[in-house]
Structure formats: C-alpha cells, structure tokens
C-alpha cells in the first residue's frame, strides 16, 4: 500500500540535507522499503472500507480540524496519496509544516480567501502588482472580500480589525518588482502575509523563514516545469492547512493525481532548471539592456528566469516575430515563452491601475527556458527588428474579458 497520506512512513529528513537533495527524496523517502523506485499513481476516487463506524469516526475527525484521516484513504475529496506525496515534498523544500494543493493556483487563492473570511475576517492589504487574475479576484470581491491597495510602506497603516491577510508577489508578475519580505512581515504584526512565490520558487528565496505565514504558488509555472500540468499550492502551517483541506472538501478544487505525480516528478528537477534558466536570464537581460531598441529592463536582485523589457518600437511585433520562442501565456516552462501583459495576462487590470503598477503598454514579459542563450537572443535580435531609438505609435490591443497566465 502506498502509506504516504497516512504519515505512517518514517520521516528520514536531516537538517544537513541541501535542497537539490531534498528535492530527489522529499515525497519519496519511503519507496525503497516498499520495493519501489517510482511513486505509484493512485487514480482511485473511493476506497473500500469494511468498518463504517471507524469510517465514520475518521470523517468525523476532518470535519473538526482538517487533519489528514489516519489509515486508508476514504474518498479522493478528501485525500489521495499521489497527491500528498507532492505536498509532503512542497512543505519540506519551502520549510513550512504542511502544504495543501489544489486543481489551480486561482483555486489555492480562493481557499485561502475563503478560509479567512469564513472566520470573519473579510478584508485583505494587497502590494500591486499582482498577477492580473488575483487582482481581478481581490478587486471584484467575487468571494466578498474587501481590499485595500497599498505599497509596502504603507501596510501597517491599512490594518484594520478586519483584516484577514495581507498579500503580496515577489518578485511580482509581470514588472519583476520585489519587496523586503522580513520588513513586510513585520508591519503585519499579527495578520498572515501571503506571499506569492511562483516566480522565484524555494530554489531562490524561502518566504516562510523571512516571516510570511502562507506561501502560494501557481504550481503549473516551475513546479511543474514542463506546461503539463494545472495545478496551485499552499504551503503553511498545519493549523491553517487543515482549514484549507475542508475548504476544498466543500468546494471540489482538488488536485488530479496525475497532476499530483507530474509535480512531484517536475520538483525533482526544480533546482537544476531553474538555476540553468536563471544564468541564461540574466546574460539575456543583460544584453537586452545594452540594445538601443530596448527602452528599459526589469530584472530582479535575487535572479530568476523572468524578464520585463519595455521597447521603443511595437511590441506586438516583437510578438508576431519570434520564431524559436513561442508567444504564449504561462512561464517556468522548459522553453522560452513570451507575452504582452497588458494585452493577456493583466488585460482584466483596469488600465489605470495596471499602468500605475509599472505595468506599461510597450512592456513584455518574457520566461527563460533551457534553450541555448546565443540561439535565445538571435530570435531576440530578429523579433526586435531595425535597430532605431524612435518610438512608434502602439496598435490598441481588442478588449479582452478573461485573463490568463
């Protein structure tokens, strides 16, 4: 039987263990002494249980605190070992006691939402920019949330008693921006910060050890690596994750265990991707800078293999150009991708709004691959077309009514 939703399996983690070792073996410590070197695909949605009033006393238990039921799985609702295995292994790299996965990071987001506002506390403080669809989420109030925008300097002040969370992106989707995550925490005072941490991912920066009490992730981008897979995080607390596993009980947003096994596959290999794209990020970013048609580069102190660049030329022809990157929406892939957010991604993002954010017209944004850099800034260089400092004139991009990416 595969026991890794049960806790049962012993737990072999050191304190020594480096991360690219933890992210082989986190999820997985437990294989060899079932005669595996695989994690096993658990595709069942129920599972026979013989004794219904122990059945009845496991159900019983969720319901109070959310903690994982101990023995067999009951009902893929309410867990699946594939599943967990992933989430197991997210907590360990990210340093926090539990993780929580849902069918989306949208879906993560809304539970956290959900969770808090279920106990009262409706209002959010929110540092843009944002990727355009938590934006849109907060600023709607879809799920009766109430948000006030602020900068991080100003986060103590926006607290009120009715605050629940207080949320923001580093480096952030799509300008690159990044705040101090340790003064950031500190101006929470009791309320959680979220932090999202899709671009950077563990490998970069740990949210939880610098005082930010939810760690979100878009799971599809990096963990997942290879534009497969659909899938969000939450890593926390155990206390908190219980609340997040009734929430997606009641609600459904649970995590394939396909998707499950994808990711945990696509950790495996997290730190040598993201480390390899990063070094051709930055030579790339670099290089852009340097080019008389590039008006402006965002590239962030920690790294990463996320770039900004806004042109001096059209940059939906920088889009309809490129030949070996491929315009699309979505990032962390295994190739190199690019977008113009305010036309897609942050389209939902009133105009004002987006563009007070950083978020200008003529920027784009681009996710670094595993491709060769040299191969990368030729169709760069191509795409970028003559080589002139005089900005033209932008095509209005068709109004969009959903976002992605």
Known sequence: MDTASTGAYEDVRTASRALATEAVHAGRDDLARQGLHAP??????????????????????????????????????????????????????????????????????????????????????????????????????????????????????ALRPDTGLVMVETPANPTLAEVDLRAVAHSCGS??????????????????????????HSATKYLGGHGDVLAGVVACGEEFAGRLRQIRFATGGVLHPLAGYLLLRGLSTLPVRVRAASASAAELAGRLAADPRVARVH??????????????????????????????????????????PASISHRIVDADDRRGAGVSDRLLRMSVGLEDVDDLWADLDRALGERTRTPVPLREAAPLRETAG
């Open 40 to 157: 096993p695909i658990d595709l069942s949605t129920t599972y026979p249980s013989f004794d219904s009033r122990g059945e009845a006393a496991r159900i019983d238990a969720f319901a109070t605190d959310g903690a994982d039921p101990e023995g067999p799985p009951i009902y893929g609702r309410l867990g699946n070992p594939t599943v967990a295995r992933f989430e197991t292994a997210l907590a360990r790299l990210e340093g926090t006691e539990s993780a929580v996965a849902f069918a989306s990071g949208m879906a993560a987001l809304s539970a956290v939402l959900l969770a808090r506002s279920a106990m009262g506390l409706r209002h959010v403080v929110a540092v843009r920019p944002l990727y355009g669809c938590s934006d849109h989420l907060l600023t709607a109030g879809l799920l009766g949330t109430e948000v006030t925008w602020t900068d991080p300097a100003g986060i103590a002040d």
């Open 191 to 216: 309320v959680p910060l979220l932090a999202d941490n899709t671009f950077a991912t563990p490998v970069l920066q740990r949210p939880a050890e610098h005082g930010a009490r939810l760690v979100l």
């Open 299 to 340: 590239y962030p102190k920690l790294g990463g293999a996320m770039i900004a660049f806004e042109v001096h030329g059209d940059p939906h022809d920088v889009i309809a150009r490129v030949g070996l990157i491929t315009p699309a929406v979505s990032l962390g892939s295994v190739d190199t991708l690019i977008q113009h």
